[in-house]
């Protein structure tokens, strides 16, 4: 089980690239990810994004404790499951995808408030988790705002 968790949290083994790990595994796992399930229709990416919240709760707190390192830089599970919210109820398009992971990894790496007070405070998988997801939910907000004037 823990190999299993160690392959999830890393985004597949992306999170092992060299630079901008978290940037990789945005667009090599999270972009595929997501038009596939996005092609399955609402309902059924909503559910699978649960899973992998779910996923990325547990398996990156599971490396965390196991190598006793906080948020390590190779555990990317949390920007793949970042960039799957900033797509939530936003129609799949080229134009969507970019926007969404522009804006995703800007306030990822910022961390506009209170993202970075989120990372902070709260500890294990959860912490490594619910920052991504706010700064996906703020990417999304941003993607339908500037979807409004194109």
Wanted: negative net charge; charged residues 15%; proline residues 5%.
């Amino acid at each position: 089980m823990g190999t299993f968790l160690h392959f999830v949290a890393t985004g597949l083994y992306v999170g092992y690239l060299p630079v901008a790990p978290g940037t990789w595994a945005t667009l090599l796992v999270g972009v595929p990810l997501c038009i596939g399930l996005k092609c399955m229709g609402e309902i059924t990416f909503l559910a699978a994004l649960a899973g992998v919240l779910g996923l990325s709760v547990v398996s990156s707190g599971f490396v965390e404790k196991k190598l006793e390192e906080k948020d390590p830089s190779f555990v990317v599970i949390d920007e793949v499951t970042g960039f799957l919210f900033s797509m939530v109820f936003v129609p799949i398009s080229v134009t969507n995808v970019l926007c969404a992971c522009a804006f995703f990894r800007l306030f990822d790496i910022v961390k506009p408030y209170p993202i970075r007070v989120i990372e902070q405070r709260i500890p294990g998988g959860w912490g490594i988790t619910l920052d991504d997801v706010l700064a996906g939910l703020y990417a999304g907000l941003c993607v339908h705002l500037v979807s409004l004037f194109l």
